[in-house]
């Protein structure tokens, strides 16, 4: 619903999984919601496109505004137009694996990114009007020294990704604390959702098990089965950045649920709730996921998938922002499998269809991922 004086939020990376859910969230709040998108040579609105609005209309709740992350002077001027209450910086290039292939660009986006929003806020003279929450992670525990991962965990990353973030991490702290910017860093662990990039390993995992099941495919290869995370809800994350930012005084903040599971076990409830159990037979490279009944190979191993450097184990401890923001996960693993599975077997039941029609369905571009 459209108010007089709407409070205003600039969201980066608003085409991305949790700029979607944040989006939606706030709109639901009643703000005015601003996202800075990248030009792409493709459409890239595929998971706002629901709260798109005629840009014909006035006073719409949604506008979008051409930037980006590596470009100071579009995000000076985005700023400037919009003079939002609240900026939510999730723009990043977010992919670990990528970020060995891409150390530079990463760097560029994900850490000087961060500098460039908070200089752009200091020029334009916004320290005292508009509040900050920067998209930290806990890839920056990397190689960590305790299980579980909380606040006062020291950092230790073990990717370009990470490394760049733990610039943006601390630069953050460093403008909060230097120009007393309402700044704050959500280190949040992995969160899911059906609008997952499909190359991070749940959703590749999903929608493997639904295209296998429906005979559109027949093999999922996979990397690091022995891999742990702590893998939530995207939906309940975002709740906890916009907590974040109304708080009386600006913090960091674990938020995680807890729990950790490895691959191979999230594959094992995946390939199940698809109606294809899995068990598994053999070691390391050799490992394979065959179906429990009939015996056929569905997963296999492949090294090519493997990082350079990993990180082993994720599990958060929450226990600050549960006290200090009231914020909880809400959603079970079982209950994450469950919708990202029915969502992936309803989009592989519309590309059986167009192949039986007889257009040609896309497999995927991705080979190292
Ligand atoms: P996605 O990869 O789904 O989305 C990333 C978004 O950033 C996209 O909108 C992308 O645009 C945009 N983007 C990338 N590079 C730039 C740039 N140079 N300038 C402007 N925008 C850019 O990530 P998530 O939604 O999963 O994650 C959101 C943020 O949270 C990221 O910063 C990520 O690193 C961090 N994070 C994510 C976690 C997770 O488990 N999901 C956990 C912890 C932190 P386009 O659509 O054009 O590619
Ligand atoms: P991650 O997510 O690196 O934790 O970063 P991803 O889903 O890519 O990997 C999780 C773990 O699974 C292992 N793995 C595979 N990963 C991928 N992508 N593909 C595979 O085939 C595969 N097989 C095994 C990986 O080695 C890894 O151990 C995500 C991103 O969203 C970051 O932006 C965010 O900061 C962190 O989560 C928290």
Known sequence: MWTLNPKKALITGITGQDGAYLAEFLLSKGYQVHGIKRRSSLFNTARIDHLYEDPHVENRNLILHYGDLTDSSSIIRVLQEVQPHEIYNLGAQSHVKVSFETPEYTANGDGIGVLRILEAMRILGMERSCRFYQASTSELYGKACEVPQRETTPFYPRSPYGVAKLYGYWITVNYREAYGIFACN??????????RGETFVTRKITRGAARIALGLEEKLYLGNLEAKRDWGHARDYVEAMWLMLQQDRPDDYVIATGKTYTVREFATLAFAEAGIPLKWEGRGPEEKGVHAKTGRVLV?????????????ILQGDPSKAMRVLGWRPRTTLEELVREMVAHDMEAARRDLVCRDAGYSVRRSAEDVL
């Not at 959500?186 to 609008?195: M, T």
């Open 300 to 312: 296999e191993v492949d090294p090519r998938y493997f990082r350079p450097t990993e990180v082993d």
């Open 186 to 195: 959500g280190i949040l662990f992995n969160h899911e959702s059906p609008l």
